[in-house]
């Protein structure tokens, strides 16, 4: 495999960095410090910055600098951020989670089949703090992990038609919160009454790539109480 | 305040403006208008701001009654329109009164028609721009596509005293194999050799899965010998290859990221002619260098006069 990172164009205004070729915790602290000082780069220059897991997709505005040039700055970034000296850690965002079989329809059968009770899968999924990797899929939507190994599973064979809003679910090392309803293939354990998405706030999502996130369980009183629905 | 007020949107009918930016690592489509050549004619005739918001028309069978005294153009494909049932020129300016009815039939050829006001349409700005993306319920008025009784803003203007219209060498022509050029990139070096052929070598067919997320193409089957890569930013025009093999072109309302292995990216100035196929047209695709794409691309822009 070649080395990385690797700065690959892909169309006439966008380049992909590829930092790593595998899942990797340091990623998200990694790239958001990359983001942090393109944006402190002339105005209007870059379009559209997309981050995922172990890349970084940079779209420009091929109106104002040229390819050449948008790849001589990004090798300058890159080259001066090195992975060990991100000490920062993005902040902690707590999503109050209601565990139960009423609003998590997998909660019992996912118990079962890794073999612990309902109460110690939520401690497993709970107790962690996860990291945001990746946004996308759906507004609000953010790709978190890294699960503990024993709640490493499988998507669902068949994927829901309808997964409801607010959902908590888990698919293979990943965890994330349904903002809206749609069709979806996760196994559920719970449902969160937070608002992830606010088209009135920039951003409008409560984390960004690199942030922390920690699951806090609360009863069905507190969910009805901040709004969640059953 | 008065404006445009649907009667039918017909298939589908949004208010595009040139999309939504930076806010992709939000995890946000773009939108924006499918056929960038057609949007951008429709202001240049209306001496409009390159990014004025405008209606995009899906096939056609809409109908909009003006409540202003102003100057529309329509670019794209002819839908037949009339106003008060009277013909009137696709690529061409309209002066309209108060109670003129403006309809559209359906296209013979070509897809998505463009029509614009006099000034623009003044829709508020979610993330600083009208563009409707559906499927994120962001843009456009609530953000949905057009329904019968919206009323659109606009202003009055003083109609333009004489028709503008764009002149024949800038219209396309339809094409019965429409060829899309490539830049090679993503995953391209991890197909085999035979299946890059492969996809050069084939004429696609437009697929009834075709939509502002995306277009599927129909023809042979390309096969990715490589491992699942790792989910990440999709630039737009990104050829994916899906387990099934049959390519799928992601276009203005597709998602952010994604995890299909890509075979590069259509040329931006020929997305537009894509924006125009229908289900049944033939598609042949060929490589092309990035930087020829990119000299065309600037050339394109700075035909418009565009800064951004």
Redesign the interface.
Known sequence: MSEFPQI???????F?IYFT???DIQMPAYIASV?HQIDTWPV?MI???????????V?F???LIS?DKIRQKLSKVIHNTACKDIKSRGKLVEIPVYYSPESGLDLIDTAELIGVTVDELVALHSEPEYLVF??????????MGILNNKLILPRLSTPRTRVPAGSVAIAEKQTAVYP?PTPGGWRLLGKSPAKLFD?AK????PY??GDRVKFRPISKQQYLRLGGQL | MNGVKVIKPGVMATLQDWGRYGQRENGLSSGGPMDEHAFLWVNRLLENPPNSCMIEITIGLAAFESQVNTTIAVCGADMGLTINNKPAACWSTHAVKVGDKIQFSSARQGLRSYMGIAGGFQVKPVFASSATVVREHLGGLNGEALQHNDVINAESTKPLSFQRRVPFQFIPAHQKTTTLRFIPGYQSDLFEASQRDLFVNTIYTVSKRLDRMGCQVQGEKIHFQGAGIISEGIALGSIQIPPDGQPIILLKDSGSIGGYPKLGCIARIDLNKLAQCRPGDQIKFRAIDQAIACDELIEFYDFFKLSF
């Open positions: 690959n164009q892909v169309n006439e205004n966008s992909i070729d595998d899942f983001i209007n379009t559209d910055l997309t981050p995922s897991y172990t890349s970084l997709l779209t505005n091929v109106l390819s990746a946004l996308g899929f759906m507004p609000g939507f953010a790709f809206e088209q920039n951003p409008p999502q960004r790539i």
